[in-house]
């Protein structure tokens, strides 16, 4: 009973969950539950596709990894030694991209909130940031 999967259909499950469901973005639905709130994933109707949204309280929250989205004071940053040209263009075109659409989903009238990877490592923490981004009214309401 413990071990009915073939390696096959063990690593072609592992490589589903790595894909749809990152560690990160699993954490934070699942605190977000815990505190009872509902929320649709990866939607298609906001610039970006937020990685959750919450319709009822007009917030979206995306996860950021904090290499490839460069998050501005995490030890993380470091640009690969080889090809640190092409490095460095790609990473400003990420940081260009997260703007604009953190900027287009704000302009639909949705608060948004990113949580990055490193926030990860304090969960107690996250959970406050987050338990003060629902509490907020939302902007359009305020
Ligand atoms: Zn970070």
């Known amino acids: 009973m413990s071990d ?3 390696q096959a259909e063990r690593s ?8 749809k469901d990152t560690k990160p973005e699993k954490v934070v639905r699942s605190i977000l539950h815990r505190m009872g709130f509902r929320f ?4 298609n109707t906001l610039p ?11 917030k979206v929250i995306f996860i950021h990894g904090c290499f490839w989205h460069r998050h ?3 030890r993380a940053l470091s640009i690969p030694e080889s090809n640190s040209d092409k490095w460095a263009a790609k990473f400003a075109d990420n940081v260009r ?14 608060d948004v909130l990113v949580v990055w ?3 990860l490592r304090d ?12 509490a907020k009214p939302s902007h359009l309401a305020a």
Do not use: Q
């Open 72 to 74: 501005g004071v995490c």
């Open 12 to 19: 072609e499950r592992m490589s589903r969950v790595r894909n």
């Open 4 to 6: 009915t999967l073939t």
């Open 40 to 43: 649709r994933l990866h939607t």
């Open 48 to 58: 970006g596709k937020p990685d959750i949204m919450l319709p009822k309280h007009k």
């Open 117 to 119: 990877e490193c926030e």
């Open 123 to 134: 969960l107690a923490k996250l959970e406050i940031t987050l338990r003060e981004f629902m």
């Open 97 to 110: 991209r997260d703007g604009e659409k953190l900027a287009a989903v704000r302009a639909a009238g949705w």
